[in-house]
């Protein structure tokens, strides 16, 4: 096969170029989203209170998240392509507008739940129209492009947001995407097919929603964000243990279930879904989770400004990216290397993390140097296997189950994105963040956090090897 057939230049030149640029959009919007109110939400409690509610905006957005992805299945089916990606693009400006508008903090959970709906619809919907709108020599790149604008959001959500709340007009953020939402919807309008051929031929077959698995799905996140903020550890494992319970009943109605949440054989490690899954949670966890909490490190025992704290701990993302961008024109017995290569890096990048990370300095160079190395490797170790992976998920899929398998993938990366933040929070509670605190409370917990979500890749580096083994 070619290289002009699997390149970038086949990717990203003519009519395939304003696709992929509509695809990587609505996945875009949503992580820019993500990062832009974590920025401004501060100056948001400052203005309409609601301190009590803080957390919630995160929870009612991943949770809402994880439904929209879900429906996207309902809503390309019915839809199609065009009119899906525009419909979950009113669906996520709608919610937008709601958060501008807020006077009060219940307006603006509500507006965030809109927010993650429409965001959920468009992550879902963009993996799900890469099979449909590019040949599968092109789906390693397209993954690496749409999943790789995290990367991007990781540096330009923190920066508007910081813009706009240092100039104390928070809303202006919201309303600033506005435009960009729409000129997105219309470029979605005008380059996506308007139907879905494999939709047309099973157009008396369309499945109703797995309320009862979005049920389930959606408190067990809830469990774990509610349990991760309480102040004393049994609350937090009692939330773990609470959303592990809930998960197990989640198993059991899926086996019976006529109207799936996951492609079959998403939950048996001896199918060809279950690794692949696996070695996805277990990367986007170790990532999504320490993240989390370096800004904080870099603060208190580096010596780091805000600014400069927040983009340092965006080398993660930025290797994610740039990993994703790598290892995306890899082919044949190579792609199975860099499988089970990727939790390996990770693995590297977390261990160096526990070791150079607790220690306090003055912020100079000459310390700050191999952290953020090691920040590139962790992050650069997910990205060197994510587009195998979830070009792997498609390939493996049972056919008659692609869009669910497209759907399939965000709603396993956003429940990943959310475990990882309620164990890390966790964990920060029971290594002393809080108590005692200070400096000696936050070393602790930095060595606890990046040695205990270490164990996220050593777990990867299982289920990777038995991914990379089956095809």
């Known amino acids: 096969m070619s290289q002009l057939q699997t390149g970038w230049g086949a990717l990203l030149g003519g009519r395939n170029s304003i696709r992929s640029i509509a695809l990587a959009g609505g996945v875009g919007l949503h992580a820019v989203n993500v990062y832009l109110v974590t920025t401004i939400l501060p100056s948001v409690v400052a203005d309409i209170g609601g301190l009590d509610y803080y957390a919630w905006n995160t929870t009612l957005f991943v949770v809402a998240s994880i439904v929209g992805s879900a429906t996207s299945v309902r809503l390309l089916e019915t839809?199609?392509?065009?009119?899906?990606?525009?419909?979950?693009?009113?669906?996520?400006?709608?919610?937008?507008v709601a958060c501008a508008l807020a006077l009060t903090m219940p307006m603006m959970l509500a507006g965030r739940f809109i927010q993650g709906l429409g965001g959920g619809l468009l992550v879902a919907l963009s993996y799900s129209m890469i099979r449909l709108v590019f040949p599968e020599s092109l789906w390693p790149r397209a993954m690496a492009l749409v999943s790789g604008m995290w990367g991007v959001a990781t540096l330009v959500g923190p920066a508007v947001g910081g813009v706009f709340a240092e100039l104390g007009h928070w809303r202006a953020a919201f309303w600033t995407m506005v435009p960009v939402i729409a000129l997105f919807a219309l470029l979605a309008f005008g380059v996506l097919p308007k139907r879905d051929r494999e939709a047309d031929g099973a157009r008396g077959k369309r499945p109703a929603l797995p309320v009862a698995q979005l049920f389930l799905l959606s408190l067990a996140v809830a469990a774990v964000s509610?349990?991760?903020?309480?102040?004393?550890?049994?609350?937090?494992?009692a939330g773990v243990a609470a959303a592990l319970l809930l998960l197990f009943?989640?198993?059991?109605?899926?086996?019976t279930a006529k109207q799936r949440l996951l492609p079959r054989g998403s939950f048996s490690l001896n199918a060809a879904l279950g690794p692949v899954f696996l070695s996805m949670m277990m990367l986007a966890v170790t990532v999504t989770g320490s993240e989390i909490f370096v800004p904080l490190f870099l603060q208190v025992l580096h010596a780091q400004q805000p600014l400069m704290a927040g983009y340092l701990a965006a080398l993660m993302g930025a290797g994610?990216?740039?990993?994703?961008?790598?290892?995306?024109?890899?082919?044949?017995?190579?792609?199975?290397?860099?499988i089970r290569l990727a939790p390996a890096v990770v693995l590297a990048?977390?261990?160096?993390?526990?070791?150079?990370?607790?220690?306090?300095?003055i912020g100079t160079w000459q310390t700050l140097a191999p952290i953020c190395v090691a920040l590139l490797v962790a992050g650069a170790g997910v990205g060197i296997g994510w587009p195998h992976l979830l070009t792997r998920v498609l390939q493996v899929a049972p056919a008659d189950e692609q869009g669910l398998a497209s759907a399939a993938i965000t709603t396993v990366q956003l429940f990943a994105t959310a475990l990882g933040a309620a164990l890390a929070g966790m964990v920060a509670n029971m290594a002393g963040l809080i108590d005692p605190g200070?400096?000696?409370?936050?070393?602790?917990?930095?060595?606890?956090?990046?040695a205990v979500f270490a164990m996220a890749p050593a777990i990867g580096l299982f289920s990777a090897a038995r991914v990379a083994r089956a095809r």
Request: glycine share 16%; aromatic share 8%.
């Open 349 to 361: 990048g977390m261990a160096s993390l526990a070791v150079l990370v607790p220690g306090t300095s």
């Open 438 to 450: 200070g400096v000696p409370g936050t070393s602790a917990t930095a060595m606890w956090l990046f």
């Open 249 to 255: 009943v989640l198993m059991g109605v899926e086996r």
């Open 79 to 96: 839809s199609g392509p065009r009119l899906a990606y525009v419909v979950a693009a009113f669906v996520f400006g709608l919610g937008t």
């Open 226 to 237: 509610v349990g991760s903020i309480a102040p004393d550890p049994l609350s937090n494992l």
């Open 320 to 338: 994610w990216t740039m990993g994703s961008i790598w290892s995306s024109g890899v082919q044949g017995h190579r792609v199975g290397r860099n």
